[in-house]
């Protein structure tokens, strides 16, 4: 309790809340850090809309230091759907095996890529209803694979966005897809794409679930820690 209560003391930002200060400071503290899985097979020159959908399908309860080999396994034997479509489920949950629910994800990944030859000639179509509508695939997936590979610009909201927001004060929100409503009226369009890249790791080392390092954050001045009661 006596932890607990030093913690609660400390809560109170002692500046106001300034997103373009707020993610200047993000970049540079995430610099040193594993970039987000989606965002580094991307530059690794998986950056098809086919690819992103798939890696994001994967990536689901899934953690990232197991996402990136997986996809990069899968990619090796097939990149895109019309390679990914000849393999069978059972083919594609041996490449897809290390990550969790693995067997749903191989027969949603395999339909996809049926789907994107049979239906729009070997490629996904840019377009939001049309991979909202596909398998497996909901508003986060949706987000990222359109803003990375789409060049559109539209927030990827997982847990770490979703809680990072929530405990700055910016939302207060109960869901991810509650989340992505509220940011798309308070983040300046700019910054849509960029949040996932960044929280995605600031929220896996510094801003984390439990006892997040609020010491050495370099948001600690201005965020409002909402929720916070124990904190490094």
Not at 118 to 139: C, F, H, K, M
């Amino acid at each position: 309790m006596a932890v607990q209560q030093r913690a609660a003391e400390q809560l109170p930002p002692t500046r106001p809340f300034d997103i373009d200060v707020t993610f200047e400071r993000l970049r540079e503290a995430v610099r040193p850090l594993p970039k987000a899985a989606m965002f580094q097979l991307a530059e690794e020159g998986f950056d098809s809309l086919f690819e992103q959908v798939v890696a994001c399908i994967i990536s689901i309860r899934t953690y990232e230091e197991t996402t990136l080999p997986t996809a990069r396994r899968l990619f090796a034997a097939a990149r895109t759907p019309a390679e990914v479509a000849r393999l069978d489920p059972d083919e594609i949950d041996t490449l897809i095996g290390a990550c969790t629910f693995h067997e749903p994800k191989s027969r949603q990944i395999h339909a996809i890529a049926v789907e994107a030859v049979e239906r729009y000639g070997g490629q996904l179509p840019p377009d939001r209803d049309a991979i909202l509508a596909l398998r497996g695939v909901g508003p986060k997936c949706a987000a990222l694979a359109l803003s990375i590979a789409g060049g559109q610009e539209w927030i990827g909201v997982d847990i770490h966005v979703h809680r990072v927001t929530n405990r700055w004060g910016l939302v207060r929100t109960k869901t991810p897809e509650d989340t992505m409503a509220a940011l798309e009226k308070v983040l300046p369009r700019p910054y849509w794409v960029e949040i996932n890249r960044l929280l995605v790791p600031f929220g896996k080392s510094i801003c984390t679930g439990t006892a997040p390092r609020c010491s050495t954050c370099p948001l600690c001045d201005m965020c409002s820690k909402v929720g916070v009661t124990v904190h490094r």
